[in-house]
């Protein structure tokens, strides 16, 4: 029986359903998925950072926070999790793929499964999983319309001849000039505008900014400068602050278009920063309330390389305002995101990823399977609620992160028999698919 809060629950999916069909909108949910590349735990306004990034604040107090949300250390294989809702680890995938390789065709992607379920499916910006041939490229792995780069990086000022090559629109080469980050939310926000309002949208914004070399505007750079930040951080910084308005720009395109209250929105970073090139334990100037100096940076399995910001959107659906402690990795969101917008995962592969969504829906901890992290250099991380194993071939070591976030001490000979549980259960990722 429907208690008196889940009938206007009830009766405001109906009208906006009935609403959304008077006005020409889809009335199933879209998705969009807002993608930093190389960017840290401190490196957001709302975890108390001096680099300016409203929009995503603002996406923090609408939406809710995943205060544990973990990624891989590099960025192809936090995008092949991503794509796939499995380890890459097991499909041989643990570092930033190289010209001539990609995520094997065998693999079924989740814009495919979108594709299927009636959606127009668009990735705008990085790609970074195999461009070898026309059969490893986005058009071909459920995406119906591209436009970016197909490698880990692009030049962030393309003036047109040899300096923009590398852009592609869909399967074609195209010549662009202007800002990347400033290009790629023009596409997202056109696409937006342009769509099939017949039919929802799956939208994958995945920036280049802030990976190094970042470059920013003059003005962007004179104002970080100012704020005392140096080297590389300054244009790092401005790199993120472009970025954020660019996300400004893609969100207020949603709400002019009718669609905010429809739709889905997540913003995570590929991985931890590279601190505009250094990687250290808390790059870029200290301060700020709420900064944890986490360990590591990109590369690495500590916390400074995988835990990164987090958010998801939807009016009336998540929580606004909240924060999750659930443990969520990449590796979850194909079975999250799905489930979430009601569409059926059509891989023949079993998942490694686990739902969640019920658990973020509510703002509860639910008990999952553990979730692994394969490093680029052979060292594996495995966390299961407060605890982090990590294993490389040199030392063994032992993490209470829900009371030590910080890593500064190694608690295996405190804990042995938790730290040989966590390492039988590692063995099972370890080993590759058989081919």
């Not at 658990?359 to 553990?370: M, Q």
């Amino acid at each position: 029986m429907l208690v008196k809060a889940d009938w206007h629950r009830f009766l405001f999916f109906i009208f906006t359903a009935a609403l959304g069909l008077l006005l020409g909108a889809a009335p199933r949910p879209n998705i969009v998925l807002l993608i930093s590349d190389d960017m840290g735990w401190n490196e957001v306004g709302y975890h108390g950072s001096k680099i300016s990034t409203p929009n995503i604040d603002q996406l923090a107090k609408d939406g809710l926070q995943l205060d544990r949300f973990y990624v891989h250390p590099v960025c192809s294989p936090t995008r092949a999790a991503l794509m796939t809702g499995r380890s890459p680890a097991r499909f041989g995938i643990t570092s930033a793929l190289t010209r001539g390789t990609g995520v094997p065709l065998a693999e079924h992607f989740m814009p495919q499964t979108f594709q299927k379920a009636g959606y127009q499916t668009y990735l705008v910006g990085k790609w970074h999983l195999g461009a070898s041939g026309l059969d490893y490229r986005p058009n071909a792995r459920g995406f119906d319309h591209f436009f970016g780069f197909h490698g880990g990086g692009i030049d962030y000022y393309p003036q047109g001849g040899l300096r923009a090559r590398g852009w592609y629109r869909n399967v074609q080469p195209v010549i662009v000039e202007g800002y990347s980050t400033d290009l790629l939310a023009v596409e997202a926000i056109r696409l937006i505008k342009n769509r099939n309002r017949r039919q929802p949208i799956f939208l994958n914004l995945s920036f280049n900014a802030p990976h190094p070399v970042a470059q920013a505007s003059e003005a962007l750079i004179a104002k970080y400068a100012k704020l005392g930040f140096t080297g590389r951080m300054i244009a790092h910084a401005g790199a993120i602050d472009a970025m954020d308005s660019a996300i400004g720009r893609v969100l207020a395109a949603l709400e002019a278009e009718g669609m905010a209250r429809n739709t889905l929105v997540m913003f995570f970073c590929d991985n931890g920063s590279g601190g505009g090139g250094r990687g250290l334990r808390g790059a870029g100037p200290k301060g700020g309330a709420g900064q944890l100096a986490l360990r590591g940076g990109k590369g690495s399995v500590f916390e400074g390389g995988i835990r990164v910001p987090a958010v998801l959107r939807w009016p009336g659906v998540i929580p606004a305002g909240a924060t999750s402690g659930q443990l969520i990795s990449d590796v979850d969101l194909f079975p999250t995101l799905t489930t979430a917008l009601g569409v059926a995962p059509k891989n023949s592969k079993p998942f490694d990823g686990v739902n969640v969504w019920d658990a973020l829906r509510k703002n509860k901890i639910a008990k999952r399977k553990p979730v692994m992290v394969a490093g680029p250099r052979g060292g594996f991380a495995l966390l299961q609620s407060r605890w982090k194993l990590i294993w490389s071939p040199q030392q063994t070591s032992l993490y209470d992160v829900g009371q030590d976030p910080t890593e500064n001490r190694d608690v295996i000979l405190d804990h042995p028999i938790v730290a040989a549980e966590l390492a039988e259960t590692l063995t099972s990722f370890k080993t590759p698919d058989k081919k």
